[in-house]
């Protein structure tokens, strides 16, 4: 056999879920102790336990509402059909959201609170900002016509609002989850940011014309073209509505860059103040 | 970043052994992160797992920046998969080598082994057949690594539980062939010659006589378990005594080397794993202050 054979054979037999083949007593050395077929199945043990355990790290909550049993036995049937395609172990769990809302016997909250968790990782492990950019430098003639940046760590998300109260809540146990909710709260479908600032991970609900704003500012839309939105025909109110808007995404420190409007250095008065 | 002085000096140095304290260390692990970035570390020098800091941010980056600023940080992979027959990640080498060149890694490092089957990623150390086909397709494959990160790779032997029958080479015989034919270094790790040796019968001592000394750079140590019939390389638990007095004879073979301990499961505190690094100084202390006591040693 050669190399690629030998190690297309232990692939095989090290992440199968079923048992070893009959010829592996002829590849591998087996001894009093150990057959063969004992010997690959530490592999075997370890590369199943190996990844699910990556998947229970990332998805804590989601494993926590299914109970033990099941999540264990919907991520070995995940892990068949979606291997690792990354170096780092835990992107495995990439598609496990979409994968949980393709099965019929899991509910949609729990889709949606595996959606959460994997964007919560995303804002964990992205790349930090080249720099943050500061209210104080924008040009206020120029800033209408400017694009925002954003970090790289923040993503929005439609998310049921039964799988926030899962997430915030850690303890409801999966047999609630059979359970319709007759709140009317729990069965809304939000937007939710998630980012990371500095160190902390964090995730919130947008009101709807926020979304929708970020929506456009993140496709390259001008600020005054996003802030058209929250016209109401109530000028003052409408303003401070959008200045309301961008200043909370100043202060979650969402903002990269923006392109076409900063001063060319921090104004001295202002930065000491 | 602010760095520490050159990591590069420091272990060629060492590694000379020109009567410097042994320069120990330990892998940084998440739940030691918080601690870390207050107070930093007491070891010579920190290990850190390639994959976890690869285009990354975050606290995990905050860690190792505040270690840089004080200590030199070497970089251990084990995605590489330089023995599989998937080709090389072309932009994980890309990655590696730039985060090698930001933060001056003292040395890059990964496993003798295949990790990728198929365009898939095992997450795992599994071992090679050893023959002379597979030693040239490694060899060419660790100088592609070596010219992408501009540096020497030292390769790691790792502990295995299953030999393969098509192997003409024992396993030292390969890791020595590999790392000479390839100009790579070799990262020992003691504890997996142990471990290996227990699970397939051969001597442990063998095997560090055919490892070429120029070649050793560091020492890995770790804890096993029985895992019953087999040991099994978990770094679960401390050093054993019989990996310690192994790294012994390790140390009398190859001299005053870096050395790393790597503890990955029921990670105790940060205390406990400097209390561990620092045995691994008093260990190496004590043997090479009880050979000057000693007749020297018979080039």
């Known amino acids: 056999m050669t190399l690629a054979d030998l190690q297309r054979y232990f692939a095989t037999v090290a992440t199968s879920t079923s048992g070893p083949p ?226 909370t995404w100043f202060e979650r420190e969402w903002i990269e860059a923006i392109d076409g409007s900063t001063l060319s250095s921090p104004d001295p008065a202002e930065t000491s103040a | 970043m602010h760095r520490a002085s050159d990591p590069q000096q420091a272990l060629s140095a060492c590694a000379n052994g020109d009567g410097e304290p042994i320069r120990v260390g330990f892998g940084l692990r998440a739940p030691h992160y918080d601690e870390i970035l207050k107070r930093g570390i007491a070891a010579d020098f920190a290990e850190i797992t390639s994959e976890n800091f690869l285009g990354r941010g975050g606290r995990a980056y905050g860690v190792l920046e505040r270690v840089r600023s004080e200590k030199p940080v070497a970089l251990h992979g084990v995605s590489l998969s330089i023995g599989g027959v998937d080709p090389l990640n072309e932009s994980y080498l890309s990655e590696l080598a730039a985060l090698a060149d930001r933060i001056e890694a003292m040395s890059v490092s990964d496993h003798l082994c295949f990790g990728t089957f198929g365009g898939h990623y095992a997450h795992d150390l599994w071992p090679l057949p050893y023959t002379e086909e597979a030693l040239q397709h490694i060899v060419q494959r660790v100088k592609h690594v070596q010219h992408r990160l501009g540096r020497q790779l030292l390769l790691e032997n790792v502990s295995s539980y299953v030999e393969y029958r098509a192997s003409t080479l024992s396993e030292w015989e390969f890791l020595a062939q590999v790392a000479t034919q390839a100009d790579a270094g070799i990262l020992l790790d003691v504890n997996n010659v142990f471990v290996s040796a227990a699970n397939h019968g051969f001597s442990a001592l063998e095997y560090l006589a055919g490892i070429p000394r120029e070649r050793v750079r560091q020492i890995h140590l770790a804890g096993h378990s029985d895992g019953g019939g087999f040991l099994l390389d978990d770094h679960g638990s401390p050093v054993s005594d019989a990996v310690w007095r192994l790294y012994e004879r390790a140390l009398a073979r190859f001299g005053n080397l870096p050395t790393i301990i790597e503890w990955d499961e029921r990670v105790p505190t940060l205390v406990e794993l400097e209390t561990e690094a620092t045995r691994a100084r008093s260990v190496s202390n004590a043997w090479f202050s009880s050979s000057r006591e000693r007749a020297p040693e018979q080039p």
């Open chain 1, 22 to 247: 009959a010829d592996i007593d002829a590849i591998f050395v087996s001894s009093a102790r150990l057959s063969a077929s004992e010997r690959l199945g530490i592999y075997n043990r370890g590369y199943h336990h190996r990844l699910l355990d990556a998947l229970a790290s990332v998805f804590t909550h989601t494993k926590f509402a299914l109970g033990e049993a099941d999540f264990e036995r919907i991520g070995l049937v995940y892990l068949a059909s979606h291997p690792s395609e990354h170096p780092a172990v835990e992107r495995v769990g990439r598609l496990f959201p979409e994968y949980l809302r393709t099965l019929d016997a899991v509910p949609n909250e729990l889709a949606d609170l595996a959606t959460l968790e994997w964007a919560r990782l995303h804002a964990l492990v992205a790349a930090n900002p080249s720099a943050l950019e500061s209210a104080h430098r924008i040009d206020p003639e120029r800033f209408p016509y400017s694009r925002l940046r954003f970090v790289s760590s923040l993503s929005i998300h439609q998310v049921g609002g039964r799988a926030l109260s899962l997430f915030s809540q850690k303890a409801t146990p999966s047999e609630q989850l059979s359970t319709p909710s007759s709140s009317t709260a729990d069965r809304a479908v939000r937007a939710v940011a998630v980012w990371r600032k500095r160190y902390r991970v964090q995730h919130a609900v947008l009101e709807e014309l926020e979304a929708e704003a970020w929506q456009l500012a993140a496709s390259g839309a001008s600020v005054s073209h996003f802030c058209e939105l929250f016209d109401s025909g109530a000028p003052t109110a409408d303003a401070q509505h959008a200045f309301r808007v961008v200043a």
